[in-house]
């Protein structure tokens, strides 16, 4: 595919009128306004009780839905199925699922503080919405920031979907298989950037699953408090796909093997430190 440089003047469709998204509406406009429907649905998914599950999966899925839609009137990206706009997809709504997991645990996310939670969350949504729309065309004006934009919320996303995990207390084989899927999946989105073959990038991709889901495995028998077991997690897929996308760039040496090496060293240290005093 042949890169291409986007000035204001290629952002405007045949009709002389800026990029639209869904039925017409501004890209300006759709963005947040997805982001508030999720707001307001995770809002009332917190607000109800006892918890309706079918709250958040529908929410979810208009998130997908909406998200699909907005890609594809992406006047450069030439979006037009499924698997086009599938890669961008897993960021926004994972984060939007785990995201509403992750609230809904928290036992002091209630009453009035509902409403600054689910603004917090539909504020990291339209962040990861931005990012995967500027990030459709390399070396667009806001690439660099967008791609930067989206590794932050890829990490963000895991970690919580890993607390949630622990929180919930899930048994140890659904619980290694949906981290090593979750884990898969927001993989693809760092190594969208570095491996053009999206086949190949799945490969690698699923091998980060299967190592994160071994590493949930052997915590298992491990007694951790539920943040130090997801910041464990987090480290192995952080060391595991940053230097895999290094590799995949073309970038990969001892200094950012050291450089990734260290970051977790330092991670694994706190960890053993909180146990510690844990059990102090």
Do not use: C
Not at 2 to 28: C, K, M, N, V, Y
Not at 112 to 129: D, E, M, N, Q
Not at 165 to 191: K, T
């Amino acid at each position: 595919m042949t890169e291409t440089t986007i000035d204001d003047a290629s952002w405007r469709d045949q009709s002389g009128h800026g990029a639209f998204d869904l039925s017409g509406i501004p890209r300006s406009i759709s963005i947040p306004l997805l982001a508030v429907v999720y707001g307001a649905g995770l809002a009332l998914f917190l607000a109800v009780e006892p918890t309706k599950p079918w709250i958040l999966l529908a929410v979810v899925a208009l998130v997908a839905l909406g998200t699909d839609g907005i890609l594809r009137s992406h006047p450069g990206g030439q979006l037009r199925g499924v698997a086009d706009t599938s890669p961008f997809l897993f960021v926004p709504v994972l984060l939007a699922l785990a995201s509403g997991l992750f609230l809904e645990e928290i036992d002091t996310v209630h009453g009035y503080r509902i409403i600054p939670a689910a603004a917090g969350a539909s504020f990291a949504l339209a962040v990861a919405l931005y990012g995967e729309y500027v990030s459709v065309i390399h070396h667009g004006p806001s690439y660099a920031l967008g791609r930067l934009l989206l590794n932050v919320l890829t990490y963000l996303a895991a970690f919580v979907f890993y607390a949630v995990i622990y929180a919930y207390d899930v048994s140890l084989l659904p619980s290694a298989f949906a981290v090593g899927l979750f884990s898969m999946l927001l993989a693809v989105e760092i190594f969208r950037e570095a491996e053009a073959d999206a086949y190949r990038a799945l490969i690698f991709a699923a091998v980060i699953g299967i190592v994160v889901a071994e590493v949930r495995w052997a915590l298992y028998f491990i007694s951790l408090e539920d943040f130090l077991a997801a910041i464990l997690l987090l480290l192995v897929f952080y060391q595991a796909t940053g230097l895999i996308q290094h590799h995949l760039t073309g970038t990969f040496s001892r200094t950012i093997a050291a450089e990734f090496t260290l970051v977790t060293a330092v991670g694994t240290t706190i960890v053993i430190l909180g146990r510690v005093f844990s059990f102090g």
